[in-house]
């Protein structure tokens, strides 16, 4: 299952995505990962989330950052929820069309059982039809 926050820079989308991430916490019988550009919000995350800082690793593209996401996949079985901040930046996307990558995602989500939560700097009207449901926040 893919979830989308979504609104221009400087909504508010990062504070959505942590207040949702230190809520999932408390239900998850699983693990949680949080992605982002940097690890600047690791003082805002609980303890028993993961972060992972996607400027630290050689990602050139969307197709890499899917293999990147398919790679946290296969070393954690545990792995309910995947929260992604700065999408368009940490996967890559700037300027490019988002479909295919979130249908890659919704698949992935759809046969490990993970829900992937996502931040991604576009306003509603610009989030591909076929994901318009998919939207829980628009700011």
Known sequence: MVELIVGRKGKGKTKVLLDK???AIKEANGSIV??????KHMYELNNK???IDVSGY???NCDEF???ICGIISQDHDLEHIYLDSFLAVAKLEGLDVTSTLEQLADIGKSFGITFVISISLDKEEIPAAFQDN?????
């Open 21 to 23: 991430v230190n809520g």
């Open 34 to 39: 949080y992605l982002d550009k940097s690890a």
């Open 49 to 51: 989330i993961r972060l």
């Open 58 to 60: 050689p990602i050139k």
């Open 66 to 68: 899917v293999g990147f």
């Open 135 to 139: 939207v829980i926040v628009a700011l």
